[in-house]
C-alpha cells in the first residue's frame, strides 16, 4: 500500500510540476493538491493503519493526529477548490508546490 501510494505522490508531484513550467497554474495547484492528500494518507496509513475513504474522513484523522497539518491542508483546499471556477496564479501554483515539497521532506526523512 505505501508503495503505490508512493507511486502516486511522484507521479502527481511530476504532473505539477510540467503543468507549473507550461504555465498551467490551475492544473498544477490541482496536481500538487493531489499529491499533498496522497502524502497525508500515506502519513494516516503508517501512522494509524487506515486509509481515508474520502476528504471528509481524510479531514477528521488530520484533525485528531496530525493538527498542524489538517490547520495547513484546509487552507490548501480552499485554493485546490477555487481552481473549479476561478483563474489561478503562478504564486498559487508555487505556494501548493513549496508546501507539498515541506511536507514530503517531513514525512520521509521521518523514516
Keep these: 500500500m505505501l508503495e503505490e501510494l508512493e507511486k502516486n505522490i511522484q507521479e502527481f508531484t511530476l504532473s505539477g510540476e510540467e503543468n507549473l513550467k507550461r504555465g498551467r497554474y490551475n492544473a498544477s495547484v490541482s496536481d500538487f493538491f493531489k499529491a499533498i492528500v496522497i502524502m497525508c494518507d500515506y502519513l494516516i496509513y503508517k501512522e494509524i493503519k487506515s486509509l481515508p475513504k474520502n476528504h471528509n474522513e481524510r479531514f477528521n484523522f488530520l484533525k485528531k493526529y496530525f493538527e498542524d497539518i489538517y490547520s ?9 477548490t ?3 471556477n476561478l483563474r489561478l496564479e503562478q504564486k498559487d501554483a508555487l505556494n501548493l508546490k513549496n508546501y507539498a515539497n515541506g511536507l514530503k521532506n517531513r514525512i520521509f526523512n521521518k523514516k
Design 82 to 84: 477555487k481552481s473549479y
Design 72 to 80: 495547513d491542508v484546509s487552507n490548501l483546499f480552499e485554493m485546490y
